[in-house]
């Protein structure tokens, strides 16, 4: 999805609940999982932890938004729309330079 002005703002609670539901999400998909913790270097075991860590949820959202049919999938399994999850992906990311938020 392109930065371009038509990506809502959430507030924190909203990105969290978005995370939160990401997380139970992965946690229903065993593959997808296995993919993430693959890419992150995260053990299961330490997911607990990890979820505390504004970077882990960048980096899980992030997950999502890097591949389409991923976030169609968790978007058409949880009702959450896409342009949501963008939002949520630039809450708990630093703007880029392509932002216009510098």
Known sequence: MQRDGRIGKVDAGQAE????????????????????????????????????????????????????????AFCEATGTKPETVAAVSLYYTRPGLDSGQY
């Open 17 to 72: 609940q978005t995370a939160a539901a990401i997380l139970g999400w992965l946690a229903g998909e065993p593959d997808m999982l296995g993919r993430f913790l693959a890419l992150s270097g995260l053990q299961a075991d330490q997911l607990r932890h990890a979820v505390n860590d504004s970077g882990f949820l960048a980096g899980m959202v992030d997950f999502l938004m890097s591949h389409e049919p991923t976030l169609m």
